[in-house]
């Protein structure tokens, strides 16, 4: 008996210590927030946007979201590389945007309907044969919703059922759950409407799985975890991962992925603390001196005490530095260039550009009181300014401001003086704030920019840089 126990005891240590040195998305962690990094890519050149992730029959499958056929893909390795694509059977692709796992077979979701325009939707029930190393097709479900057509890339099995959670529309009054008590093959299963959600309406869910009777649904900005199929979540974690699609519980660890490829992990997810889960916080400072000038295309006027504004994917020669002078914020800077366009001067055509956004606040999604500030060449007078609408990207004439500068031999310099009501309004400065930057159709993929891994980040002030005013 007592070798048992000590045996016993050996094995939970060892299971301790390949616990505690399993790879890890989470570099640090600092009160509730942790920063992490994508642990995997990708690696299989058939899966070009993976919408979905499982683990079953001792691998890990995935689909793309685009369409390519009624192919999932098969791999032991959670990078998916040497992938095994697989044939489902006699199945047809309109939209697959999810799988789940219902006792020994998996489900593949053909639920997707970005227009509103499928009158049904198809469930696929699969079988994995080892020694043939095929799928079997066991069943297929037709499948509606008691209240019209929903665009859903989100589905889960629960308690033995199956769950869809669509993605909430404009004209949706709720994010509801749609419940399959039984799928018979042969007739229109319709779901039953079997809960709400208690979530913002801009919250659009992408993914879902459910395991040790936590139900996760994963959005563009948050995952949200909730112990039963309705009403507020018990814990919503930020997340910034870019298009983030697919979810996945394996063995205690959260696994979340992207359109993009990357893949993330995080070891024993359901028993931390955490409160985000977001790349490494950049910071900033914005330097204030009462006296004004006028831009001359460099700079030099102010350049003591300005702030060097560390963009990624700068080269040599290139800057980027700010610094408020009187009513203005004056920006000066040289990037490089492969291809420079103008922008209208009257219009909404968008050219090269240097994007500036700021924000008072870090919240999930755009409140409509950001400034959005496009810095380019109007094609005709020279260096201009506008204002962004995000509403429809169209571009607007910044009032007030100046410019001075060049764009020549691939090398564009610069100087703005841009008037501080036109960003922060009336009154005061704030101490602290939130902004980016990002430079538009200067170098293709791999554009300079201050926070975010895709200039889709001017949609969420969170992952912008804290700027101290100073």
């Not at 997810?269 to 831009?295: C, I, M």
């Amino acid at each position: 008996m007592r070798k048992l126990c000590v045996l016993i005891l050996l094995l939970c240590a060892c299971a301790f210590v390949i616990a505690e040195d399993a790879p890890d998305s989470v570099l640090a962690v600092e009160g509730g927030r942790a920063t992490v990094k994508p642990l995997f890519k990708l690696d299989y050149r058939g899966i070009k946007k993976s919408s979905a992730l499982q683990h079953w029959q001792g691998a890990w499958w995935t689909l793309n979201g685009d369409g390519d056929g009624p192919i999932v893909y098969r791999c032991e390795r959670p990078d998916f590389v040497g992938a095994q694509p697989l044939e489902v059977p006699g199945a047809k692709c309109l939209d697959w945007e999810a799988l789940a796992v219902q006792g020994d077979d998996l489900l593949v979701c053909d639920i997707g309907d970005n227009q509103l325009e499928r009158g049904e939707y198809a469930i696929y029930r699969v079988g994995w044969d080892a020694k043939a190393a095929k799928l079997n097709t066991l069943a297929t479900y037709r499948i509606a919703y008691p209240d019209g057509r929903h665009n859903a890339e989100a589905a889960a099995v629960i308690d033995g059922k199956l769950h869809i959670f669509p993605r909430r529309g404009r004209l949706d009054a709720y994010t509801g759950v749609y419940r399959f008590d039984e799928l018979k093959e042969g007739e229109l299963n319709t779901a039953e409407l079997a809960g709400k959600l208690d979530l913002d309406a801009r919250v659009q869910i992408t993914a879902a799985d459910y395991a040790a009777g936590k139900l996760l649904l994963l959005s563009y900005t948050r995952l949200h975890v909730f112990s039963k199929p309705e009403g507020a979540p018990e814990r919503s974690v930020r997340v910034y991962a870019q298009r983030c699609e697919s979810l996945c519980l394996h063995e205690g660890a959260l696994f979340y992925g992207n359109e993009q490829g990357q893949l993330f992990r995080v070891n024993g997810f359901l028993d931390s603390k955490h409160e985000s889960l977001l790349p490494a916080a950049v910071k900033a400072e914005l330097p204030v001196e009462q006296q004004g000038v006028d831009p001359d295309g460099t700079g030099d006027a102010w350049q003591q005490g300005a702030f060097e504004l560390r963009l990624q994917g700068l080269g040599e020669g290139e800057y980027l530095r700010w610094k408020v002078c009187g009513a203005y914020l004056m920006v000066a800077g040289g990037l490089r260039y492969d291809v420079f366009s103008s922008s209208s001067e009257h219009g909404p055509r968008r050219g090269s550009a240097l994007v500036l956004m700021f924000s008072g606040k870090d919240s999930d999604f755009l409140e409509g009181d950001e400034a959005h500030l496009w810095l380019g060449d109007n094609g005709a007078t020279g260096l201009d300014a506008w204002t962004l609408g995000m509403q429809d990207f169209s571009l607007k004439p910044l009032k007030g401001a100046k410019a001075a500068g060049k764009v020549r031999d691939r090398y564009w310099s610069f100087e703005y003086a841009i008037p501080l009501t036109a960003i922060f309004g009336e009154g005061k400065l704030p101490e602290k704030l939130y902004a980016n930057a990002w430079g538009y159709n200067l170098k293709g993929r791999d554009e300079p920019h201050l926070a975010g891994e895709s200039f889709g980040c001017w949609a969420n002030p969170y992952t912008w840089a804290e700027v101290a005013v100073k």
